[in-house]
């Protein structure tokens, strides 16, 4: 009972949050991504499917891993207030993984984005759904973003004109720290929904069942060295 008490003191309050709606995404190549929630009893396969981006530094996927890898787990074990992981699956296999978490009603925190598979825009495709659930869903009216990379400062700051809130510090900084605070304000994502935001829902049954049990990645383009293997 004392454990249990204790337990209950080092988990924060939590925010009533409402689920994010699944949706398919037909990608480039014409297969289908379907875009859900992830569950805490599939951190096992989450944290797998990130583990070999550690040792990958071209554009920082080692850094980004090992920041993720983290917060699946403070997610996994209640340490972080409302996070909340989105993962993208092609025939069940990861093919990316955001995570972000509300900060209040009001403001959201973006975290990071991982595209495993590579060519096909799926960290774009997977970034714009978690801003998505914040504003849309989640019902939020910003949120703060950093970049660790070029590749995402191109992506998220300049591809979405975000807003520099950085010589707002103190009073407005990412809790990742270090880099310049870039803010998406409603008004922003209304401008780029038509261009960023795709998918459709409902879902098939048929092809929401592909995603019901994940599978971890086989291929790592990531990784010094890769040749691919599949046709």
């Known amino acids: 009972m004392a454990g249990e008490e204790l337990e209950a003191?080092?988990?924060?309050?939590?925010?009533?949050?409402?689920p994010y709606p699944p949706k398919v995404i037909t990608l480039a190549s014409g297969e289908k991504m379907v875009v859900r929630e992830a569950k805490r009893s599939e951190l096992g396969i989450l944290l797998g499917s990130i583990y070999p981006l550690l040792g990958a530094p071209k554009d920082f996927y080692d850094?980004?891993?090992a920041r993720m890898y983290g917060e699946l787990l403070?997610?996994?074990?209640?340490?972080?207030?409302?996070?909340?992981?989105?993962?993208?699956?092609?025939?069940?296999v990861i093919a990316g993984i955001v995570n972000s978490r509300m900060v209040d009603s009001r403001v959201g925190m973006s975290y990071h984005t991982i595209a495993i598979e590579r060519g096909l825009r799926v960290g774009a495709q997977l970034f714009a759904a978690k801003m998505e659930h914040h504003l849309e869903h989640l019902g939020q009216e910003e949120v703060w973003i950093v970049a660790e990379s070029p590749i995402g400062f191109k992506r998220w700051m300049i591809e979405y004109e975000l807003e520099d809130r950085s010589s707002q510090f103190p009073k407005v900084w990412h809790e990742l720290g270090g880099v310049p605070t870039y803010?998406?304000?409603r008004k922003l994502y209304d401008a780029v929904k038509s261009q960023k935001v795709t998918g459709s829902r409902p879902v098939d049954p048929a092809v929401l069942a592909t995603a019901d049990k994940l599978k971890m990645p086989t291929e790592y383009p990531q990784l010094p060295g890769y040749k691919r293997?599949?046709?």
């Not at 003191?9 to 409402?18: A, E, G, N, V």
């Not at 403070?74 to 069940?92: K, Q, T």
């Open 9 to 18: 003191q080092l988990r924060p309050p939590l925010l009533d949050m409402k």
């Open 63 to 65: 850094l980004v891993a």
């Open 74 to 92: 403070a997610w996994y074990r209640y340490r972080v207030v409302n996070e909340f992981v989105l993962v993208g699956a092609i025939d069940g």
């Open 183 to 185: 803010v998406l304000t």
């Open 229 to 231: 293997e599949r046709s």
